[in-house]
């Protein structure tokens, strides 16, 4: 069975913890220091669980009326099952219902594609983000939840160029 929640920065976050120090510290080589910050404390964090096993997370935050999504990690074990798809959209679809027309995020390189299948789109130049180039990215209400919307984007950024 898999299920998702949505718990508060002040909440258990020991499983959402545990998840991002496995992928992001100990396989991506991230600092403990660079991976955990401020931000948890007052961001929403979303928690897949797949046969009541901790299996994915991401974390959601308002800052100056823009709505930013991140630190998206699935472990070893559960990938390949559609997890990162599912805690993306719960973490989104959570922006909309709190009143963002739009959510930001920062892909790493190797992810780009992932996020791009999922309605995002590259909003600016790459960054550096610890060792680890990064795109920013967005999603609007419209585009994330019709593929159709994704193509007319994609359409009008092809003109543009």
């Not at 585009?143 to 160029?161: I, L, N, W």
Request: a negative charge.
């Amino acid at each position: 069975m898999i299920r998702g929640t949505i718990l508060s920065g002040r909440g258990d976050l020991s499983a959402c913890k545990a998840i991002r120090m496995k992928v992001f510290v100990e396989e991506q080589g991230f600092s403990e220091q660079e991976e955990m910050d401020d931000l948890d404390a007052v961001s929403l964090h979303g928690l897949v669980w797949y046969d009541e096993q901790p299996a994915a997370t991401g974390r959601l935050y308002e800052q100056d009326g823009v709505f930013h999504a991140g630190r998206f990690a699935v472990l070893p074990a559960y990938r390949g099952r559609g997890l990162g798809d599912l805690v993306v959209r719960l973490m989104v679809n959570k922006a909309f219902e709190l009143g963002a027309d739009e959510v930001h995020l920062g892909a790493q390189d190797q992810a780009m594609k992932f996020y791009e299948k999922i309605g995002f789109r590259i909003c600016g130049d790459a960054y550096r983000d610890g060792h680890v180039r990064h795109y920013p990215m967005v999603a609007g209400r419209d585009a994330f939840y019709s593929c159709e919307g994704h193509a007319a984007q994609e359409a009008d950024t092809a003109k543009e160029s």
